[in-house]
């Protein structure tokens, strides 16, 4: 009798190791997906100063990271163009200032080209050095789309010198 118990509890305590497993297996193949990071990068020396190097956007699920490393050292301002499928080009413009480096606002395109109002205004950007400004928006002040694409736009406010970027890649919304 001791026998078939031994044999019976082994037998259990496998079949619910495999239970386990598949269980383990079945919630990690339902997670979620990562946010998709795109990187877009701009020719060097199109621009005397302020000039792009690349702009990397991380579409994660609650938010929209962006990093824009210039060549040689930050522009005064940047005005980030986001696009999201069909539609006008671009739908909202993010703007971050040298002049207030922990601010940022965000525009859809009829704020932008009358210059009233702002959709987000928000306190999140920093300047990583003097080259690197990296900031985050929440994706509810983009209308949270499932894929965006960016370009950046450089800019001195005296002395009119500026870089522009083609857009990048789609990216996904993680």
Sequence with gaps: MTLITKQTSVRTVAGLVAVALVAALCVLAAAPAHAQKVVGHDAKGDAEFYDVDKVVVNHRKERVRVTIEAHDRT????????DTPGGKPWKYAIRWSAYWPHRLWVMNRKQFSTGEGAKCKLWSAREVNIRDVTFSVPVECLNEPGRIRLRAKSFDDETGMQDRTAFTRWAARG
């Design 75 to 82: 522009p005064y301002w940047y005005d980030v163009f986001v």
